[in-house]
């Protein structure tokens, strides 16, 4: 799934590529990935309406409308967003010019959003996990899944202090924590394996018995691997490709995500491989002691 590195990497290249473009229409053959309206009255409602801005909020993204309207989407598992322009063959979407669109993980294609100046913007996902809504200013604010997000691990608010005060009583192992939506969004599987590596903690460490140079090492990688994943373009080791249909450059970076058996590239012990909350979680035995 797409991590806070990934959405802020496809929000920040959506913003340089179609903002203050105007929809003119919307295709899909997956009208069970538009949650909210039904179909027609989402095709009635996003034509004519310009986009004015465009924003990220935990793992949502969120394009700010004309007319006081939100398009929210949320890549979920295997989606990512396209800018681009595309041609019907053989029932099949294809890209026009040749390049990174015609990366195979760029063409599950199951909504195209045509814009004004010939460009369209797809969503390609595999699974089809994904979700579209079309909101009112008043039901975005009201809306339960942004409400109780937890702070940004990114924004200035998100002191060390912060921090400390949101695990310092969590039971529960480390990685779990960092990974719960509703105390800091944006951190997955990936990333949280990442800066838990560089930050030398155990991922099975209960969150309560970290001291405190430990937590304070977390926090600032926290904000390190974030922000050289989104320099980088974020991790494309799976399904997530950027708008442009490049992959991201972050996996050269990657030191424990995946490497199980592999060796530790600072003490050379063999990369191990665990499950937390059923999700696979990768660590060095050696340089994170339990």
Avoid at 159 to 180: E, G, H
Avoid at 199 to 212: C, D, I, M, R, S
């Amino acid at each position: 799934m797409p991590e806070l590195p990934e959405v802020e990497t496809t929000v920040l290249d959506l913003k340089r590529k179609v903002l203050k473009r105007t929809f003119l229409d919307i295709w899909t053959d997956a009208p069970k990935l538009i949650k909210k309206p039904n179909l027609e009255e989402f095709k009635r409602e996003i034509k004519g309406k310009k986009i004015q801005d465009i924003k990220r909020k935990g793992k949502f993204i969120i394009f700010y409308l004309s007319g006081d309207k939100r398009l929210l989407i949320h890549q979920k598992l295997t989606g990512h967003l396209l800018v681009g322009q595309w041609k019907k063959e053989n029932e099949e979407w294809v890209p026009v010019k040749k390049g990174p669109l015609e990366d195979p993980m760029n063409k599950f294609i199951h909504i195209i959003f045509f814009l004004d100046n010939g460009l369209m913007i797809a969503f390609s996902d595999l699974r089809k996990f994904g979700r579209v809504e079309l909101l009112t200013k008043k039901e975005l604010e009201n809306l339960k899944d942004l409400k109780e997000l937890g702070p940004d691990p990114l924004d200035k608010n998100f002191t060390f202090d912060r921090f400390k005060q949101i695990i310092q009583n969590q039971k529960r192992k480390i990685k779990a924590v960092l990974m719960d939506q509703k105390l800091i969004s944006g951190i997955g599987n990936i990333y949280s394996d990442e800066i838990l590596f560089r930050a030398g903690v155990h991922p099975f460490k209960p969150a309560n018995t970290l001291q405190e140079r430990e937590i304070r090492k977390i926090y600032r990688n926290i904000k390190s691997v974030l922000k050289k994943a989104i320099k980088l373009g974020g991790e494309s080791i799976s399904d997530y490709r950027r708008p442009d249909g490049r992959k991201g450059g972050f996996d050269k970076e990657r030191k424990v995500y995946r490497r199980e058996g592999m060796p530790c590239y600072v003490c050379g012990t063999k990369i191990e491989r665990g499950k937390i909350n059923s999700r696979s979680t990768y660590f060095c035995p050696k340089c994170q002691k339990l």
